[in-house]
């Protein structure tokens, strides 16, 4: 770097005035990239306020509130009647070297627990979220009754500042806790009370901390084979050995789960709606799965995340409502009944685990904003919350009938759509051998997004198939879908017929 007596020459630094950024800060930022990368040692000096104002064509006043910044972060100093110079502090002992090489995460930086569980996340990429066809895990945002959340939040924020804006109660607001045991009790069969809810910020923070509370290293944990992929996650994350227990159309395999694992610790099962196989648990199953966990002192987690929207007759119990043993802890979220980015869920927790979540609630959580469950609370006791559910049951019901009936004019022969009986999403499974992962991608790039079943898997099994979501899609949208589907298979398809057709000719000639 050119240097010269009025401080070092910044050829490096670049100004644009096209940018949203202010200049000063815009020069801040410039100079302390150039300090902290070693570009200026420490003691350098810098040039004077008026003398690199003139150099970037800038005022004077930018440059020395930029200087002022660098100085209160002790990044440079002014010495009275010497100038002002890069901070001396930069020369001690590492500082050099900590500035001018790039810090390396190594392996060994990293906690074991960490590098073990990402090793088992696995490449997952990120799904689109936008309500279109086949989006799984998106309600219909289209529907949702805004006026009436708009009026409770305006109220809720002219009541009291503390309310307002103070931390909320440890276990969630009172007002939501006594709402959510009383809707369970009277929609979902679940005798509860009230101190037994406890708020949390969604399912997976539920899971991670169930698992954090009941799970050593290594203890073993079943889990749905394909199941769902938050709930994995989070178990992982606390050191859990996964057991891949696989399910068929009576829900999980509790034979298997005894074969594989017989001294698990912990369960966790979908039992309402089979993610993402879209199963409902059979009442055998569940005597079963309770039975086992019972006689190995085993805790259970049902997650419950769309059971609300049940429309195929009267809908199966919860687990949680036939568990007499107390094994059973009921994970629910208002993603779906309501929308996701509320980031709101609540665990009953079973009597004898209900003082230990008030400690780990009271002493490590800092809780969820309480505005936002002050608005829930109300909208539930208002009738609104059941009334959407309601609407929300028979618009289900009716797109889950508008993809059957397009699937079935448009997918014969190519994938094999599956009729539910309640949720947001079904399974498609396929005829080919086109790979899944092929027609994702492909169906992405026309604006359709489908999951493949291999996303959901934990152990390979010999199924294939594509996970299909209704919910945030409009009747119109799931028939061009559908047959945007049906082009994206059978253009893949067809390189593949015609080189098995071949083959043989092939081999003749041989």
Not at 287 to 297: M, R
Request: some cysteine.
């Amino acid at each position: 770097m050119v240097k010269r007596a009025a401080g070092a020459l910044l050829q490096s630094l670049i100004i644009d005035r096209r940018s949203g950024r202010s200049l000063s800060t815009q020069l801040y930022v410039g100079l302390r990239d150039l300090i902290l990368s070693g570009g200026l040692d420490g003691g350098e000096r810098l040039p004077a306020t008026r003398t690199l104002a003139r150099d970037l064509d800038l005022s004077r006043t930018i440059v020395v509130e930029a200087f002022d910044r660098l100085i209160s972060e002790e990044l440079i100093e002014a010495r009275i009647g010497s100038g002002t110079f890069v901070s001396q502090l930069l020369n001690l002992d590492g500082a050099r070297d900590a500035r001018r090489k790039p810090v390396s995460l190594a392996a060994g930086r990293l906690s074991k627990r960490l590098l073990t569980a990402t090793a088992q996340f696995g490449e997952r990429q990120r799904l689109p979220f936008q309500p279109r066809a086949f989006t799984t895990a998106v309600p219909a945002f289209d529907l949702f009754p805004l006026a009436q959340w708009a009026r409770i939040s305006a109220k809720h924020w002219r009541g009291s500042r503390p309310d307002v804006m103070g931390y909320g109660e440890p276990y969630g607001h009172g007002h939501l806790r006594s709402a959510i045991a009383s809707h369970l009790r009277s929609n979902r069969g679940i005798t509860c009370e009230t101190d037994q809810i406890f708020i949390v910020g969604g399912a997976q923070q539920a899971f991670h901390l169930i698992g954090s509370m009941l799970l050593d290293p290594g203890d073993s944990v079943w889990i749905e084979n394909p199941g769902a992929i938050g709930a994995r996650n989070s178990l992982i994350a606390c050191g859990a050995t996964l057991v891949p227990v696989p399910v068929d159309a009576n829900g999980l395999r509790v034979d298997e789960g005894l074969r594989l694992a017989p001294d698990f610790r912990l369960a966790f099962v979908t039992p309402s709606h089979q993610q993402p196989m879209g199963t409902v648990m059979s009442l055998e199953r569940r005597i079963a799965l309770l039975g086992a966990a019972n006689k190995t002192s085993a805790w259970i987690i049902e997650d419950d995340y769309d059971g609300e929207f049940f429309f195929g007759g009267r809908p199966p119990p919860t687990l949680k409502s036939i568990d007499t043993a107390g094994l059973v802890i009921y994970v629910g979220t208002f993603s779906k009944s309501l929308f996701p980015s509320l980031r709101l869920g609540f665990i009953l927790a079973p009597p004898a685990l209900v003082a230990t979540f008030q400690t780990v609630m009271k002493t490590f959580l800092s809780g969820v904003a309480s505005s936002t469950q002050a608005i829930v609370a109300e909208f539930i006791d208002e009738g609104h919350f059941t009334t959407h559910i309601r609407r929300m049951r028979r618009l289900y019901a009716e797109r889950h009938e508008a993809l059957c009936v397009a699937a079935s004019r448009h997918l014969d022969g190519l994938l094999g759509v599956a009729t539910t009986t309640g949720g947001l999403h079904t399974i498609g499974t396929l005829h080919g051998d086109v790979s899944e992962r092929e027609i994702a991608a492909e169906a992405d790039a026309r604006g359709v997004t489908v999951s493949p079943l291999s996303r959901f898997l934990i152990a390979p099994q010999s199924a294939r198939g594509l996970v299909l979501g209704f919910g945030g899609a409009q009747t119109s949208e799931i028939e061009n879908g559908v047959r945007t589907l049906a082009d994206v298979l059978t253009t893949l398809s067809k390189p593949r017929e015609r080189n098995r057709r071949q083959t043989p000719v092939a081999a003749v000639r041989r």
